[in-house]
């Protein structure tokens, strides 16, 4: 296994425009999260998914933003009507199902809204 | 809520000079802590964890000790070196199903 992996790397979008990003969990990972980090910060957690059941949400995200995991494999990220506040690195990351362990983390998808 | 503070940077050492970047937390329950790096161009990876109070975590001459009276969590190295050039992050998960990071501490060595 390469470990995970994030598609596409880089993606340019217009204001308004919707975005699909998709993420491949190392093959027997159980858990799977998805991140966005801004220039200067870390990773700030936006969503997670056991299997595929989507079990944690950040309050602070927003409608447009929506997960999924349908299999329990791969996960995508799809923001709905972009706008430039949305312009970041897009990590996802996934770990085994043994208590709290640490995660592995894909190169993240950098988005750019212009 | 849960939250971590870790140390402002950015960090300018020369090499084999002692290392100490600070990490502090906010947590209800009882976290497992990490330190993840991430080297120039690369993805985020893990560095050292602890689960526990008192635990040391150590890797590639990088330790951090849990100690729950101070909630702090600072990652230290004794001797450090070119390669050790990176952005350092703390991290706290109480569950597993959410974790929480400070900002990074950026780290630069000079020979």
């Known amino acids: 296994d390469t470990g995970v992996s994030q598609n596409p790397r880089h993606k340019i979008t217009k204001r308004g425009q919707n975005v699909t990003f998709r993420c491949d969990p190392i093959?027997?990972?159980?858990?799977l999260y998805w991140y966005r980090q801004t220039l200067g910060q870390g990773p700030e957690f936006l969503t997670y998914?056991?299997?595929?059941?989507?079990?944690?949400k950040s309050r602070l995200l927003s409608d447009r933003f929506s997960a999924e995991r349908p299999k329990g494999s791969f996960s995508t990220l799809e923001i709905q009507r972009t706008e430039q506040g949305d312009s970041a690195m897009y990590l996802c990351?996934?770990?085994?199902?043994?208590?709290?362990?640490?995660?592995?983390f894909g190169p993240g998808t950098r988005l750019t809204v212009t | 809520g849960d939250s971590v503070t870790q140390m402002e940077g950015p960090v300018t050492l020369s090499e084999e000079a002692f290392l100490t970047i600070n990490c502090t937390y906010t947590a209800t329950g009882y976290p497992s802590l990490f330190w993840y790096v991430q080297y120039p161009g690369e993805g985020l990876q893990l560095l050292l964890k602890a689960t526990k109070a008192d635990d040391k975590g150590s890797n590639k001459g990088f330790e951090a000790t849990y100690r729950k009276e101070t909630t702090s969590f600072h990652l230290e190295k004794g001797s450090v070196q070119v390669s050790d050039s990176a952005v350092y992050f703390c991290?706290?998960?109480?569950?597993?199903?959410?974790?929480?990071f400070g900002t990074g501490t950026s780290l630069t060595v000079i020979p």
């Open positions: 998914f056991q299997n595929e059941a989507q079990l944690e």
């Open positions: 991290a706290l998960s109480d569950t597993g199903n959410q974790f929480y």
């Open positions: 093959s027997e990972h159980n858990r």
């Open positions: 990351a996934s770990s085994p199902w043994t208590g709290v362990n640490e995660q592995y």
